[in-house]
């Protein structure tokens, strides 16, 4: 059990933020979200996580609302290479359980030229 | 030179066959998992072991089996292949050391096929 809500695709076009939402409405205190993305089959590849703060690498943002309820992946300037299947994951702190990652299905996102 | 690697990368075999898919890491870390996809659906856990003497069942596990030979190398057998054993096969490491960053590192899959 994933234990979170995503679309199941979204389209955007090329250069534009692609905005991937997440709904986790039952998350605790103590669980961080991740996001995970895989292309075409490939291994899926890390992107960002957060606990309470909002969240920024060189990758993406993510935003997450503050009753933790929801969040947001932002990609600010898709470009054809994001073409992905995107998956959210909420994941309990290691120092509580050591649970390892649990994937849902994830959103599958077009970049359209 | 990737730092996880599984062979064979695709492997057709027969119903009943014994099969054994291998992984390697030359990151150093503790922990490893077996995952497979099966079209349209996300990864599932079907194994993970977090140091050598550590194996533990993931969510379908029935049907498989593994080894943790040495911290980089960690084996999933399939001890009597049947047909809805065909799928993405995944595995991952992550690190020990940060509790709180932990990400997980994947091979690039190996392919099964069972007839």
């Known amino acids: 059990d994933a234990k979170t809500t995503q679309p199941p695709s979204m389209d955007c076009a090329e250069g534009r933020a692609a905005n991937l939402p997440c709904n986790h409405s039952t998350i605790s205190g103590n669980e961080y979200v991740y996001w995970y993305r895989q292309i075409h089959s490939q291994g899926p590849q890390y992107i960002i996580h957060?606990?309470?703060n909002n969240e920024t690498n060189e990758m993406a943002s993510l935003i997450i609302t503050e009753d933790r309820k929801s969040s947001t992946l932002i990609l600010p300037h898709a470009t054809l290479r994001d073409t992905a299947v995107y998956y959210c994951?909420?994941?309990?702190?290691?120092?509580?359980?050591?649970?390892?990652?649990?994937f849902g299905k994830g959103t599958r996102l077009s970049v359209i030229a | 030179d990737a730092d996880v690697t599984q062979t064979p990368r695709n492997r057709i075999t027969k119903t009943g066959k014994r099969i054994m898919l291998e992984c390697s890491q030359t990151k150093g870390h503790d922990r490893m998992y077996w995952y497979r996809q099966d079209p349209g659906l996300g990864l599932r856990l079907i194994y993970y072991?977090?140091?050598?003497?550590?194996?533990n069942k993931g969510e379908i596990s029935d049907g498989y089996s593994v080894s943790r030979q040495a911290q980089a190398k960690f084996s999933l057998s399939l001890e009597s292949a049947i047909p809805n054993q065909t799928a993405l096969y995944f595995c991952?490491?992550?690190?020990?050391?940060?509790?709180?960053?932990?990400?997980?590192?994947f091979g690039p899959g190996t392919r099964l096929t069972v007839l």
């Open positions: 072991s977090f140091d050598v003497k550590d194996i």
């Open positions: 991952a490491t992550s690190d020990l050391g940060q509790a709180e960053y932990n990400e997980q590192f």
């Open positions: 957060g606990l309470k």
């Open positions: 994951i909420r994941r309990e702190d290691l120092n509580s359980g050591n649970t390892p990652l649990v």
